[in-house]
């Protein structure tokens, strides 16, 4: 028997045996080919764990609102959802109290400053908006319940429902987690002065940590990105993640907020309600029509996956994916998508 070619060489030759009775899947193969040789950015150090992951890392899935989805390269890695969470527990707060009780303790302004800047707005005290460090932690404070316990699970059933499967804390990220996040515990220490939290502060960043460490993949991402396209329901396991009036808050601040201090200029080249993290993952939603995932480690300096913009961008520009653009292309890629086996 001859030598087996390298893994990653392996993995290339099957995607593209794959692509041959997949359009889609083909442009999505081509695009991993072109970024998996960009090695700008660093891996995100902040969080001594993040630290250790490795560079070469790439993964793609994109998910339809019917639940269909192609994937390409490491889809099924495992790695830690970070911020990307806030979107989702930002749903669970609306859910839990309501949008206008929600809207007195978060607000939804667009920031310019960084994600984890110590700053309130001026007048209400609030935090911009959930999509901030503080914005998040203010989400965590509501999220339901009357001891951690209880709190815990209600977040972690809540992602559950989003990825149609049991979700696990990463035990070792949380602990960094925890260990370094000195910022965060002042970011609520203020909010507590401003009576935007409930003094059960260390509870709130326990949580706040948790939903950071929750593992993921690329896969996962696609389908809750698909679930927010689908009206909050799992187009895998037909099971509602969100009530549906609370689809285009989510959504909204998304577009709006969800991409650091990029996020403005996101909206105007991608176009896609959007959450990047630091662990190096970016999920951007279609409405109504489904979602794209990418993964890959290395980050730009505001915390965006390097890689991952890339390919949103590649795709929102062939496919004329902006949420402000009428394009037949548009139609094109969800045929494609449709047509995945």
């Not at 149609?164 to 602990?175: Q, R």
């Amino acid at each position: 028997m001859g030598n087996l070619p390298p893994s990653d060489d392996l993995e290339l030759l099957v995607s593209r045996v794959k692509s041959a009775a997949s359009p889609l899947r083909e442009t999505l193969t081509t695009l991993h080919e072109r970024y998996r040789g960009l090695n700008d950015g660093a891996v995100a150090n902040y969080i001594p764990e993040l630290a250790l992951a490795d560079p070469k890392w790439f993964g793609i899935a994109v998910a339809s609102a019917d639940g269909r989805i192609v994937e390409v390269g490491d889809s099924k890695r495992t790695f830690t959802i970070q911020s990307i969470s806030k979107a989702f527990v930002y749903g669970l707060a609306l859910e839990a109290h309501g949008r206008e009780a929600v809207l007195v303790k978060v607000g939804v302004e667009p920031t310019g400053d960084p994600f984890n800047s110590i700053v309130l707005h001026e007048e209400s005290n609030r935090p911009f908006n959930p999509m901030v460090n503080a914005g998040a932690i203010a989400t965590a404070d509501l999220i339901p319940g009357d001891t951690i316990t209880e709190r815990s699970k209600h977040l972690l059933g809540m992602l559950q429902r989003y990825t149609g499967h049991d979700v696990f804390v990463d035990p070792a990220v949380f602990t960094s987690e925890r260990s370094t996040g000195h910022r965060n515990r002042a970011i609520a220490h203020l909010m507590l002065n401003f009576g935007m939290i409930r003094p059960r502060v260390d509870e709130t960043l326990e949580l706040y940590f948790q939903q950071c460490s929750v593992l993921v993949n690329c896969r996962d991402l696609a389908a809750m990105g698909a679930t927010l396209a689908n009206g909050g329901v799992n187009p895998l396991t037909s099971e509602r993640a969100v009530p549906a009036e609370y689809v285009r808050d989510i959504l909204s601040v998304m577009l709006t907020c969800g991409m650091y201090d990029f996020s403005g200029e996101w909206a105007y080249r991608v176009g896609l309600p959007a959450k990047s993290g630091v662990g190096g993952g970016i999920l951007a939603v279609i409405p109504g029509r489904g979602a794209i995932a990418v993964f890959s480690p290395l980050l730009d300096a505001r915390g965006n996956s390097v890689r991952g913009l890339r390919v949103c961008e590649d795709l929102a520009q062939q496919f004329g994916l902006h949420s402000f653009e009428h394009s037949s292309s548009k139609e094109e890629f969800f045929r494609q998508l449709m047509s995945t086996r």
